[in-house]
């Protein structure tokens, strides 16, 4: 038998040198598989053809398929499937037909087996159809698996699609003695191990584990006879392309919880699939302002009958669709006549299916309607478009497959000859059309396109150079368009989106509520700017519990573990993994190394042969599936997409991934020892996927510390909380105790920088670090654990903690006369005395520590540089000088300040001492210009290292220089929204002072009104927290707003005199000096003249320095004023 004389007689002698290439002979024909042709490059249509040959040959079937033992060994040598075990997302059938055990009651057993073949045979022809895996035939029941071997991005359609279709092909099967007969379908989808080989020899079978084919089964058992049920998950991936009726919850058998499933009822009315599965897509349209600027130019040229073409290509998801949507909704209203078509995955060979489905759609057809009605409105279409509709009617009524009766003569014409005219009655439409109005032609999804349509498209792209048409045509990288030589066709490829673009398509998921910092930077990072992957993810975590809504943002429930892998995403990603099954191990090898690997390290990894090794990635590298980047013998490789390296790891199974993973960083700790130096993170990371906690454990100390110290704090974070994770796989014991105290101890100061001083994680790390320490008699340890404790309780206002933590560090330190613990101490108190407004005890406890202090012995290790004694006391003297009435010596302090900062050189102690030090310095001074660079600094600072906490201070000093500068609405409410998210977060400690400067914007802004509901705020504060520091201002705050609202003169008087008695009380010169102001106005406003000047006088007078100052400088104006 020669093979191209055989394919020849099939008319598919274009197939012959594939065969040759291929080495087919006679002898291995029969054995060829439908994966196999498919490899060899063979359509859909072909492909049955050679199948059905092959059977011709071979002879009729004895059994229906053969088990699946058998067809792997059968198709061993030629379908390169791995048939390893693996975990994936499968769509699982289960088939059962209606009243099997009546009819064998009442069939002869060789009739009954006769139908059941029967049967088998028609439900398994379905299933292949799409491409699905007969796993098993129980008798009358069918399990069937789509998504493996190979997976298709699409295989809840295809699971539903193929259940449709067999159902309706066993409605047409008769069964012995009359009768009809029917099958009943369930579908669920999930993730499952599959392929593990059971059974005993002939009985062997892949097995699935997990509750999916459970469902399935389930399910089928309560869909009607002739129906398809599914589950949610399959329902939720399926979208709108069918029509469903909502089951409820339903109690299913063997499942703890009501399953909710759907019945479908048949095809939706989604336009397309892009609108079936996507809706009112979220992401609208992102980053794509050229590209529409094109489109809209070419439209331009086009209604001026210089007609257009643009070729739209772009990786599948990264926004085509989007796009078109875009540009028709840039088009509004403007008269134009859209011809949309669309090809489909299940239609490549079903001649010109977008052009059918375009006149059905325009003719307004409905299946089941008489012909003549159909002819009607075919011919009410074609008279919008054509001058000749008798001529062009039966044409496209033999398209349409509408039998036209005595209506029209039948068509004496050969295929070939009916095809050109069908063609020219299409391009005349089109023609007729465009004379009317400019036309609006797309062409979605060229990828699939069947050969025929392809053809007449090309005939379209040079008719429609003549006229007011702009053609947009859609595919895939993977399609070659043939038209790009035309003056008139332009092609458009879609790049992804920048990092920017990314964030917007994630804020506008989620409402605008803003993500925590971290979320956002893995969403980003493993979505790659592709616009699906980033709204799918998004999705995903929004639906995934690790959120909680906080009105204008979303906070973290717990650790952010790896973002899971989006159910719509599955099987896109897989489908490209399967592509490539002879080279899948490797790949899933350099996903366990990671999204960048280098060739060095793959090749100790994997133990391959060079030749074999270096094939393997020349395939990963022809598929796209990875970049190569660098020169022998430096190679480095990294996926193309960071989604696709998860599907690859996260489908081995538990077992094989830990293998990969413990021999990866036994690699890494003998041939590569500089990694454990500069990446501890990435040996840390790989003995905790092998399951090697014990030694993960610090390997991931050691990253969040250098994580820390690069005030790269989000790392920082995400390192030592995986530590702690996998110390929670240890034994309790003192050593692990040890390593948990070194692991909470170091995740207080990152956890400040993002979450502030009061978040309640970082309270809960100092105070299981302080238990630790007791637990271990551990009081080297204690410096850090009560100064973060003390911190966490000082920042939210808790006196009492305040005072009981003091009084422990005092006690401590005098009993171990440890010098950093009583330079703590120092610390403490002095903080604790600022609360309370004892300005004068707190500048001493400070300023011994800066004269206790030496660098050599006090300061401690960089991650606990927020600890510092010296840093608080730097950033802290400035403001309580200025307050005790020497501006002078607190500006020198400041500067003092801001150059220990840079000598720490973390970004988080900077923003520190530039909100209290610097910033806050120059408020209290009415330095604007100072207050607008200290704000500017601490904002970049924030937004650089994810520093939230200090980034609210940052926008309120942002605010009141706004408003200050005339910008004051503004100004308001910026400061407004920043200080309510502080009292969101926990924060007491300057909250009052805010209030304040917000009190006197409105103030300012003649808002008496809403100023005082302010000061009736922060005096609840005072009350609350026991804080005093700002009472005196609050009390005059208070008496201007009053008086600014015509209160009485006397409740007036009694503000500033209350205000007068505070700050002398704890000799804060400064306030007593604006008390004094105050009160010497309302007098000289009254006529008492005298009395303002003397007292005015002798506060003024008390003052050696500063008189450059805003306050000295108005109180000097007054005192001018009364002489």
């Known amino acids: 038998m020669d093979i191209a004389e055989w394919l020849r007689d099939l008319g598919l002698e274009r197939y012959t040198q594939a065969f040759q290439d291929a080495e087919v002979?006679?002898?291995?024909?029969?054995?060829?598989?439908?994966?196999?042709?498919?490899?060899?490059?063979?359509?859909?249509?072909?492909?049955?053809?050679?199948?059905?040959?092959?059977?011709?040959?071979?002879?009729?079937?004895?059994?229906?398929?053969?088990?699946?033992?058998?067809?792997?060994?059968?198709?061993?040598?030629?379908?390169?499937?791995?048939?390893?075990?693996?975990?994936?997302?499968?769509?699982?059938?289960?088939?059962?037909?209606?009243?099997s055990t009546a009819l064998s009651s009442r069939l002869d057993p060789e009739e009954m087996g006769e139908l059941i073949r029967d049967y088998q045979n028609t439900v398994a022809g379905e299933i292949t159809r799409y491409e699905g895996h007969i796993a098993k035939f129980l008798g009358d029941g069918v399990l069937a698996y789509f998504g493996w071997p190979r997976a298709h991005e699409d295989e809840a359609e295809r699971a539903a699609r193929a259940g449709l279709s067999l159902t309706a092909a066993v409605a047409a099967l008769a069964a012995p003695g009359g009768g009809a007969l029917a099958a009943r379908v369930g579908i669920a989808t999930g993730l499952v191990v599959v392929g593990h080989l059971v059974g005993e020899e002939e009985a062997r079978e892949r097995a699935v584990v997990g509750e999916t084919p459970n469902l399935a089964a389930r399910l089928q058992g309560v869909a009607e006879p002739g129906r398809v049920v599914v589950a949610e998950a399959t329902r939720q991936l399926l979208g709108d392309l069918f029509a469903y009726r909502d089951l409820g919850a339903l109690r299913l058998k063997g499942f703890a919880e009501p399953v909710r499933a759907w019945t479908i009822l048949g095809e939706g009315t989604a336009e397309s699939r892009f609108d079936a599965r996507h809706g009112a897509s979220t992401t609208a349209l992102v980053g794509r302002d050229q590209e529409l600027a094109l489109l809209l130019e070419r439209w331009e040229r086009a209604k001026e009958g210089e007609g257009q073409v643009v070729l739209l290509a772009g990786e599948p998801g990264i926004g085509k669709s989007c796009l078109i949507h875009g540009l028709r909704d840039r088009l509004g209203s403007e008269p134009r006549t859209p011809l949309r078509h669309y090809c489909s995955p299940y239609h490549t060979n079903s001649a010109l299916y977008p052009v059918i489905g375009l006149l059905e759609r325009a003719a307004g057809l409905q299946r089941g309607e008489p012909s003549e009605r159909q002819l009607d409105k075919l011919e009410t279409m074609l008279a919008l478009a054509v001058e000749n509709v008798q001529e062009s009617a039966p044409l496209l009524a033999d398209l349409l497959a509408i039998p036209t009766g005595e209506r029209y003569r039948p068509l004496a014409l050969s295929p070939q000859h009916k095809k050109e005219r069908i063609f020219q009655a299409l391009l005349d439409q089109v023609a007729g059309l465009a004379s009317r109005q400019p036309v609006l032609a797309l062409y979605e999804d060229v990828h699939w396109i069947d050969p025929t349509t392809l053809e007449l498209l090309g005939r379209v792209v040079d008719r429609v150079q003549r006229l007011p048409v702009l053609a947009v045509i859609t595919f895939r990288p993977e399609f070659a368009p043939p038209w790009t030589g035309h003056g008139h066709v332009t092609t458009l490829s879609l790049s992804r989106l920048g990092r920017r673009q990314g964030a917007a398509v994630v804020e506008r998921v989620t409402g605008g509520k803003r993500l925590p910092d971290e979320v956002l930077e893995q969403i980003l990072a493993k979505t790659d700017g592709v616009p699906l992957f980033v709204e799918e993810l998004t999705k995903t975590v929004l639906e995934s519990g690790l959120l909680e809504d906080r009105g204008a943002c979303y906070e973290l429930t717990g650790p952010l573990p790896p973002l899971a892998i989006p159910a719509t995403l599955q099987d896109s990603l897989m489908a490209r993994l399967d592509r490539l099954a002879p080279v899948k191990d490797v790949a899933q090898m350099a996903a366990c190394i990671g999204r960048e690997f280098s060739h060095e390290l793959l090749a100790a990894v994997a133990s391959l042969g060079e030749n074999v090794l270096g094939d393997a990635l020349a395939q990963l590298l022809a598929a796209e599936l990875v970049f190569r980047r660098g020169a022998p013998p430096k190679v480095g490789y990294s996926f193309k997409h960071a989604l696709v390296q998860d599907v690859a790891h996260e489908s081995l199974l538990k077992s094989r991934r830990q293998q990969i993973h413990a021999r990866i960083a036994a690699v890494l700790e003998e041939g590569f020892p500089t990694v454990a130096e500069t990446e501890p993170e990435t040996l840390a990371q790989h003995l905790t996927e092998a399951g090697l906690a014990d030694r993960a454990v610090g390997y991931w100390l050691r990253a969040g510390r250098n994580a820390a110290e690069r005030s790269a704090n989000l790392e920082a974070i995400s390192d030592l909380s995986k530590g702690l994770e996998a110390l929670n796989r240890l034994p309790a014991g003192p050593e692990r105790d040890r390593q948990e105290l070194a692991l909470q101890t170091a995740i207080g100061t990152p956890l400040i920088a993002v979450h502030g001083y009061a978040a309640p994680q970082t309270g809960a790390a100092y105070s299981r670090a302080r238990l630790l320490c007791e637990r271990l008699g551990d009081a080297g340890a204690l410096f850090a654990t009560l100064s973060g404790e003390f911190t966490y309780h000082f920042v939210r206002g808790d006196y009492r903690m305040m005072r009981e933590l003091t009084e422990e560090a005092r006690r401590t330190s005098e009993r171990t006369a440890d010098a950093a613990l009583r330079l703590a101490a120092h610390r403490l108190s002095a903080l604790t005395a600022l609360q309370v407004g004892a300005f004068v005890e707190a500048r001493s406890e400070f300023e011994t520590i800066l004269r206790l202090y030496d660098p050599s012995q006090h300061r401690p290790p960089p991650v606990h540089y927020v600890h510092d004694p010296k840093i608080s006391a730097l950033a802290y003297l400035p403001v309580i000088l200025s307050i005790l009435g020497y501006p002078e010596q607190a500006r020198r302090s400041s500067v003092a300040a801001l150059q220990y900062a840079e000598v720490l050189n973390q970004a988080n102690l900077t923003a520190h001492v530039r909100v209290y030090g610097g910033a806050g310095l120059a408020e209290l001074l009415g330095d604007t210009t100072a207050v607008q660079g200290h704000a500017d600094a601490i904002i970049g600072l924030a937004d650089q290292h994810s520093l939230h906490y200090f980034r609210l201070s940052g926008q309120i000093l942002r605010g009141w220089v706004m408003a200050q500068e005339g910008a004051t609405e503004a100004g308001l409410a910026l400061m407004r929204q920043s200080a309510a998210e502080r009292l969101t977060l926990g924060v007491g400690w300057y909250q009052i002072r805010y209030l304040c400067m917000l009190a006197a914007t409105h103030l300012q802004a003649s808002a008496a009104e809403e100023g005082l509901g302010v000061i009736a705020q922060a005096t609840d504060l005072v009350a609350r927290n026991n804080d005093h520091m700002w009472e005196a201002e609050l009390q005059r705050l208070e008496g201007e707003l009053r008086s600014a609202q015509g209160a009485c003169p006397a409740d007036v008087e009694s503000c500033f005199e209350q205000a007068l008695v505070t700050a002398r009380g704890q000799s804060a010169k400064s306030f007593e000096l604006r008390a004094a102001i105050s009160l010497a106005r309302l007098w000289r406003a009254q006529g008492k003249y005298p009395e303002a000047r003397a007292l005015l006088a002798p506060v003024y007078g008390w003052f050696s320095e500063g008189f450059e100052t805003r306050d000295l400088k108005e109180a000097k104006a007054l005192l001018d004023e009364l002489s």
Request: glycine letters at 6%; zero cysteines; charged letters at 30%.
């Open 25 to 99: 002979t006679p002898e291995v024909l029969s054995e060829l598989t439908e994966a196999d042709l498919r490899e060899l490059g063979l359509p859909l249509g072909p492909r049955k053809i050679v199948l059905k040959a092959i059977q011709a040959v071979a002879g009729p079937p004895t059994t229906v398929r053969l088990p699946e033992a058998r067809r792997e060994e059968a198709g061993s040598k030629a379908a390169p499937v791995s048939l390893e075990a693996e975990r994936r997302q499968l769509t699982v059938m289960f088939v059962d037909l209606v009243g």
